[in-house]
């Protein structure tokens, strides 16, 4: 995982047994694709050559469904309420948080990643206090939750009947029938001036103008959905997938990522992608962490 987009936990823990199935109807408002053919990934160069976006190949998906939305504050916390589930974060005591977020007094007492200082280890930081001590998640009800692991994402599925989605199904959705296209809407990142995505507008790490309206996450119904009617599928939040990260990517219909690996591949980018080091936010760009790893721009979606 590249620290820029978001620190891991290195693999610490070795995963949880989800909570018992059932306990929730599965989720309602899911959005039904035909599936089929189209062209995943991008040319190799245009991202990060470890991403292994390329080559663009054919890929033949069956139907499926998947989320409008990233899955709320609110909605994680219906399921934290009816499971009593605690998070990694929560176990771990501590999840990452980009300084530029902190109070001055938390940042003084929080360590820096050393690869990507512009991130701090946060005591106290989790889904609940995104910031840590003195934050509240209540006032971000409408916003994607953060702060969750692949693990608590899959606890999240298991309860309400649903899954995350893989790659390749992820993709397809984001491109909302638009083949090819960089961007869910098209080739043009800000057609007629307007804005299409939260992402980090000004000077990386130093300054963020919030030009789109929003400094950090934003309410995970902003700006225009895509062809699908799936809103914010580039920026806000990294959105985990089903999928070990790989960079060999396997012919046949619906495919999926390697048996077996050391972290989960992600997709669509987050509020802090920037072109001068993270050109994250298109269609075709990925990501990867560990399974226990959380951070201040992860979240996820799911699907069925």
Excluded at 16 to 41: I, K, Q, T
Excluded at 179 to 193: C, I, R, S
Excluded at 198 to 216: C, K, Q, V, Y
Aim: hydrophobic share 35%; charged share 25%; with cysteine.
């Amino acid at each position: 995982m590249d620290p820029c987009c978001a620190p891991g936990h290195a693999g610490r823990s070795a995963g949880r047994a989800p909570v018992a199935v059932g306990l929730a109807p599965r989720r309602a408002g899911l959005v039904g694709l035909d599936g089929g053919a189209f062209l995943m990934g991008a040319e190799d160069g245009i991202g990060h050559p470890k991403d292994a976006e390329g080559p663009v190949r054919r890929v033949v998906l069956s139907p499926f469904r998947i989320a409008a939305t990233a899955v709320t504050v609110a909605e994680f916390a219906a399921f934290v309420d009816a499971t009593g589930h605690r998070t990694e974060a929560e176990e771990f005591g501590y999840s990452f948080v980009f300084d530029g977020f902190l109070d001055p007094r938390i940042a003084e007492v929080s360590p820096r990643v050393p690869t990507a200082p512009w991130w701090r280890s946060v005591d106290g930081a989790t889904w609940r206090a995104p910031e840590g001590p003195g934050s509240d998640a209540d006032e971000r009800r409408d916003h994607p939750v953060t702060h969750v692991s692949w693990n608590d994402a899959q606890a999240y599925c298991a309860w309400s009947g649903t899954r995350l989605p893989t790659e390749a199904e992820w993709e397809y959705a984001a491109r909302g029938g638009l083949e090819q296209a960089v961007y869910p809407w098209g080739d043009e990142f800000e057609p007629d001036g307007r804005h299409r995505a939260n992402i980090w507008r000004g000077d990386f790490p130093r300054e963020n103008t919030a030009a789109d309206g929003h400094l950090s996450t934003a309410p995970a119904k902003s700006f225009e959905p895509n062809g699908f009617g799936l809103y914010n599928t580039v920026g806000n939040v990294w959105e985990w997938t089903a999928d070990w990260f790989g960079r060999d990517h396997r012919p046949g219909p619906d495919p999926r990522g390697p048996e077996h690996g050391q972290a989960r591949a992600m997709r669509g980018g987050s509020h802090m992608c920037h072109d001068s080091y993270c050109n994250r936010y298109r269609v075709a760009a990925r990501s990867a962490n560990t399974p226990d790893s959380s951070s201040g721009n992860i979240g996820f979606r799911v699907a069925a």
